[in-house]
């Protein structure tokens, strides 16, 4: 039997829908509706702020994604205790952190709807030579920051990506299975090899994040400097050279 305030968070999300629903359909669109629209959309009801972050509205993906993240783990977490141990704390609690989840997979769906739908996405305007980079830098480290390696997915550095992937999953596996021997037998050893592998997961995570950001920062920073205008001195006269290389 679910406690009110399992009922409470039902309602509101009830509420969310109701509101939701008659807000999108009440107003007309500012833009046609596009197919990329409505990917946006299907992508955040995949993974929550997945949307908002191809519409380079990264603080609003951000959010969308953590907290959605830390809610839906929190979920898993007491339902495994409470199969477990049977006790109905947990379930209440995985209740609880479920209902939240929803309400923030909700409204992330929402919020990604409304600006698709009813307002036009100006996303990230870089140019080739001009002092706005082609790529978002913070938008590569935030996708890295969901997942390592997907920030240089996004700027097409295919091999970084697949190494820095790589890397933070074999050190995640290292640390929970140091985690896991170390519950089993309290074995102190164990406790120092889950220490150790968890620094080195927190310098790796740090270093993708740091890595994209430059990556992006420098996309096609190459292509760029073969197009240059240098000035030359010759016989007393300025001339302007234009140079590009093959």
Do not use: C
């Not at 309602?11 to 409505?38: F, M």
Request: net charge positive; hydrophobic share 45%.
């Amino acid at each position: 039997m679910l406690t009110g305030k399992h009922h409470i968070w039902h309602i509101l999300l009830i509420a969310l829908l109701s509101w939701g629903t008659g807000s999108l359909y009440a107003q007309k669109p500012a833009v046609a509706d596009s197919g990329a629209g409505y990917v946006n959309i299907l992508k955040s009801a995949v993974i929550p702020g997945w949307g908002q972050l191809n519409q380079e509205r990264l603080t609003e993906a951000a959010f969308f994604y953590f907290s959605s993240a830390t809610f839906y783990y929190r979920t898993i977490f007491h339902y495994y205790w409470y199969q477990k141990s049977g006790a109905r704390t947990n379930r209440d609690y995985a209740v609880t952190n479920l209902s939240v989840a929803l309400f923030l997979h909700t409204l992330n769906l929402l919020d990604v709807a409304d600006t698709e739908l009813l307002k036009k996405p100006t996303g990230w305007q870089g140019g080739l030579l001009s002092d706005k980079p082609l790529k978002s830098p913070w938008g590569a480290a935030l996708r890295s920051a969901m997942l390592p390696g997907w920030g240089h997915m996004y700027t097409k550095s295919y091999w970084k990506a697949a190494a820095y992937f790589a890397v933070n999953g074999f050190l995640l596996y290292k640390a929970r299975e140091a985690d896991r021997d170390y519950r089993a037998t309290g074995n102190v050893s164990y406790r120092e090899q889950r220490s150790t592998y968890s620094w080195y997961l927190g310098v790796a995570y740090f270093l993708s994040m740091a890595d994209a950001y430059a990556n992006a920062y420098l996309y096609k920073f190459d292509e760029a400097m073969r197009l240059t205008v240098v000035p030359e001195l010759k016989q007393n006269t300025v001339i302007l050279g234009f140079h590009v290389h093959f």
